[in-house]
């Protein structure tokens, strides 16, 4: 990961960038060859704290993802909550981060409800970064940003008492 300018940042796979790595979230694509073969901030538009795990494949990916993929595959998984039983359940989080260095701060609060066959989740973020300080106390301009993110999410799937099988991952694009 390269930091193009604060609070951005370019993923570089095997030497390559911008439209020859493909970044992927739950099997939807943020970007195609079409885009300029530069860095670019598809990566910048998810928020981060809204991830599960990052799956990063290294090398020529053309075969399973098409001719954006030349680099490699950045494939990012969010949060999926998952409920036991057909009794409604709550579920949440609330994540709060302070950096002194630029005096940030970072908060997430999210929620789901929901059972094995029906779950409704979402989930707000907020980062409020100032302008940094070098080691003498001196303040660097123009590299404070504020960012806001907000995501909601609606699962319905057959349980798998019903089904006879076990459930599947619904929005998971897997390879063989």
Not at 47 to 61: A, F, K, T, W
Not at 89 to 115: E, M
Not at 138 to 156: C, H, I, M, N, S
Not at 165 to 173: D, E, K, L, Q, Y
Request: proline share 4%; with cysteine.
């Amino acid at each position: 990961m390269q930091q193009t300018t604060p609070g951005q940042g370019v993923v570089i796979l095997r030497g390559l960038k911008g439209s020859e790595v493909l970044n992927v979230v739950d099997g939807f694509r943020l970007n195609n060859a079409i885009f300029r073969n530069a860095p670019n901030q598809c990566v910048t538009l998810v928020d981060s704290q809204s991830l599960s795990r990052i799956e990063i494949v290294r090398g020529p990916m053309s075969a399973l993802y098409g001719s954006d993929a030349m680099g490699g595959v950045v494939q990012m998984l969010t949060q999926e909550p998952r409920f036991e039983g057909n009794e409604w359940q709550p579920d949440g989080l609330l994540r709060t981060l302070y950096g002194s260095a630029d005096d940030s701060t970072l908060s997430r609060a999210q929620g789901a409800f929901g059972n094995e066959r029906l779950v409704v989740s979402g989930g707000a973020t907020y980062q409020d970064v100032n302008d940094r300080r070098a080691g003498g106390g001196e303040k660097l301009p123009y590299t404070g940003f504020t960012a806001r993110a907000a995501d909601a999410r609606v699962r319905a799937m057959k349980s798998a008492r019903e089904s006879g099988r076990s459930a599947p991952r619904v929005g998971r694009r897997r390879g063989r």
